[in-house]
């Protein structure tokens, strides 16, 4: 057991009459301050009960507050380690931890029961005796989808919440299927779908509030982690129609060292949740199929395995989008929402990369969880491993490789850095990759051990020791491979139908061959812009999924109101293919948006030219001076000498010592900057340039435009990384759901 200590504040259902008793009198300048806030008698109202007030939220909630806080000011014990409170109990934790005074704490409690007094109609059931997952299940298969799972306290304890006249046919199934239901003496469906009204309108109201650091980490009903900096006016509004994942917040405690929790005030009802918490061993959800589908919810959709080992709410990840567009801001957003997102670090600089990342450990500390892209750069391998070191030196404990055609030593090194075996002499690798891949062949190569010519080259150079490389051979080079079908960026415009299955044979076989104690897990990406697409997409056996387009038309991501401004009014057939800038000469392609721009026409153009020609002075005139004048606004002469100035700059002279004796690769690298340009006007936004901008993006914005039209994230500053995300997993499991109970 645990040696570290937590206190827990009971939320509303814990009201009584006399309650605070021991603790009112204690405090009359606190009570008398109540008192003008509330304009009531605070201590009548708890004593008393005249006309069974207690019973009405609008009430309640400030008296289970008002008592909470003052039992805890009556305490003289040390601080805990942890603190936590249910629902309404969460305030008087926030006050325990010095979130905020006394009396700012009852105004924004008082706030609260007013707006969710407001809300009638509805009910609540606590169900014990069947695990959540049955619960869900016996609704969906008797068309009970208008009631939600408001509380999970247990695993075989849930609160359901929806419109009363419902009520009683879900109490006859949940009985009929072996469960007991008991009614709650409350006045609406709280922490569900119907408050989504209360809990906007309270986000409107806490945004004026400020809030302090908080002295001991609470944990959150909404995430089950500790709050994180800055999301304490976010996560309260949102707790109220969200369910309060009371029991995931014992078992992080437990999993944390915490052997006692000790109940503030005198209710027992979480002193006996947490005994019941203790005697139960955590037991992660399988992964979705269609024979169980009908028993989703989002927290359980997808392998349980990677939600453990990334310490995810969901398996689901943000991936990078190039220069940045990944930004700080969003990265920070998705770990303190209990899920993780990459940093888009292609194209930057290392001192912007090194800004950066310093950033995101101000905000989410050393041991947040993000992680950061590595893109393959087979022309400059320096670049590729000074990229790595800079990453082994902040402490990046993952990456999202993309684009990658080969194994590469930086790649081998990154992963393989602190290797070693554990306690029980199974090989162990701290340091995780994610690969997108999009190539079978490419897939195969992540699946295996690091080519051993690579393993004794990083030996002799000292970058990996003699025994990690010993346990890289026992290891793949990802354990995490991730099926990147038509999407934004470098694309070979897959189809997922038919990567994912023979992806997923291959790491059968893969496993099969070389003995593997951990499943290698087999992720989708590309084209995720619905519920229906991500359901499909675990439907064909990803463990997880990462998405991208999406992310980049919300407030978080890096780049500027114009673009987001454009990709919030695109549909499903407003992209296109054009040559990928970073890889010009092979013809790799991206996939970008054409709706409002010329850049797809003007770079498959300059492509066209550098196939046909062999210098810039084989291009007719006409051609030269409509490309000068229209595209570029410069000669090809100041765009050379642009570039020269830039690769001197960057010390990459080598690169262009080799185009002043070569023409072709002259004509190359002007026609690149173009690409350069047009990325960086975009991010920019200079609307002057619009008809250049480069944004790469796939069909899924498209398609998530049309999801959300005429809700309240039709308009992108709503569209929140977090709350993306939430729509999409949620949304799926409802569609895995319907599915199965039709089917």
Not at 89 to 98: I, T
Not at 432 to 441: I, L, Q
Not at 462 to 476: F, H, I, K, Q
Not at 630 to 648: A, G, L, N
Request: with cysteine; glycine share 8%; charged share 25%.
């Amino acid at each position: 057991m645990g040696t570290l200590t937590a206190w827990g504040f009971a939320g509303q259902g814990s009201q009584r009459k006399g309650m605070g008793a021991a603790v009112l009198d204690r405090f009359p300048d606190r009570c008398a301050a109540a008192d003008a806030i509330l304009g009531y008698s605070i201590r009548d109202l708890c004593r008393e009960n005249r006309d069974g007030r207690l019973r009405q939220t609008l009430y309640a909630q400030p008296a289970i507050y008002v008592v909470g806080a003052l039992s805890y000011l009556a305490m003289d014990d040390q601080e805990p380690h942890f603190v936590a409170g249910h629902s309404v109990g969460e305030y008087a934790a926030l006050l325990a931890a010095g979130c905020y005074d006394f009396e700012t704490g009852l105004r924004l409690v008082q706030k609260r029961g007013e707006l969710m007094a407001r809300v009638d109609g509805g009910g609540m059931l606590a169900v014990i005796g069947l695990e959540a997952e049955r619960v869900t299940d016996v609704l969906a298969a008797h068309g009970l989808a208008d009631v939600d799972v408001a509380n999970y306290n247990l695993r075989r304890q849930v609160v359901l919440s929806g419109p009363r006249a419902s009520l009683p046919a879900v109490t006859l199934e949940i009985e009929r299927a072996g469960g007991r239901c008991v009614a709650l003496d409350v006045s609406a469906a709280f922490h569900s779908r119907y408050m989504a009204e209360a809990a906007a309108d309270f986000g409107e109201y806490i945004r004026s509030f400020r809030f302090e650091e908080l002295r001991v980490p609470v944990i959150s009903n909404v995430t089950a982690q500790p709050y994180a900096r800055g999301t304490i006016a976010e996560l309260l509004a949102k707790q109220i129609s969200a369910p309060v994942r009371w029991g995931d917040s014992m078992q992080y405690l437990l999993r944390h060292g915490v052997g006692e929790l000790r109940e503030i005030g005198s209710t027992r009802v979480l002193t006996e949740l947490w005994r019941a918490a203790r005697e139960e061993a955590p037991l992660p959800p399988a992964p979705i199929s269609p024979a169980t589908a009908v028993r989703t919810n989002a927290e359980n959709l997808g392998s349980a395995e990677f939600r453990r080992d990334f310490g995810l709410r969901y398996a689901y990840l943000a991936g990078s989008m190039f220069r940045g567009v990944a930004s700080v801001a969003l990265v920070v957003r998705m770990a303190n929402a209990g899920l993780m997102g990459f940093l888009g670090t292609g194209g930057l600089t290392l001192d912007e990369v090194d800004s950066a990342l310093r950033e995101i450990r101000r905000e989410l500390g050393p041991a947040g969880r993000y992680g950061a892209n590595l893109l393959h750069q087979m022309e400059d391998v320096d670049a590729e491993r000074a990229i790595v070191a800079l990453y082994l030196r902040h402490g990046v404990r993952c990456i999202e490789a993309a684009a990658y055609m080969q194994i590469t030593p930086a790649l081998v090194h990154y992963r393989f850095h602190g290797a070693h075996l554990d306690s029980a002499g199974r090989p162990a690798a701290p340091l995780r990759v994610v690969a997108k891949v999009s190539r079978p062949e490419v897939a195969s190569a992540f699946m295996q051990p690091a080519p051993d010519a690579i393993l004794r080259r990083l030996v002799e150079e000292g970058a990996l020791t003699a025994d990690e490389a010993e346990v890289a051979r026992l290891l793949p080079v990802s354990q995490d491979i991730c099926v990147e079908s038509d999407s934004a960026g470098h694309t070979d415009g897959g189809v997922a139908l038919a990567l994912i299955p023979v992806m997923t044979r291959l790491r059968d076989d893969t496993m099969e061959r070389y003995r593997y104690r951990d499943r290698i897990r087999i992720g989708a990406s590309g084209g995720l812009g619905t519920p229906e697409a991500v359901a499909a997409a675990f439907v064909l056996g990803a463990d997880f999924i990462v998405t991208g387009s999406v992310n980049q038309c919300s407030p978080e991501a890096g780049t500027s109101p114009p673009v987001k401004d454009l990709l919030a009014i695109l549909d499903v057939q407003d992209t296109g293919y054009a040559p990928a800038g970073d890889m010009f000469e092979l013809g790799s392609r991206v996939q970008v948006v054409r709706k409002g721009t010329l850049f797809t026409a003007r770079a498959n153009k300059l492509y066209q030219l550098y196939r046909q020609h062999e210098s810039l002075a084989a291009i007719d005139s006409r051609t030269q001076h409509t490309i000068e004048s229209t595209w570029f606004h410069r000669s090809f002469d100041d765009v050379w000498r642009d570039t020269r100035d830039y690769y001197t700059r960057t010390g990459r002279t080598g690169e262009f010592e080799r185009a002043e004796r070569n023409p072709k690769q002259r004509m190359a690298l002007v026609f690149r900057w173009y690409f350069a340009h047009s990325i960086r006007v975009a991010l920019e936004g200079d609307l002057t340039e619009r008809v250049n901008f480069q944004v790469h993006c796939g069909p899924a914005m498209g398609s998530f435009n049309r999801f959300v039209r005429g809700t309240d994230l039709q308009e992108w500053r709503s569209r929140h990384v977090d709350t993306i995300a939430d729509r999409l997993m949620h949304g799926a499991a409802e569609v895995l759901r319907r599915s199965s109970a039709t089917m």
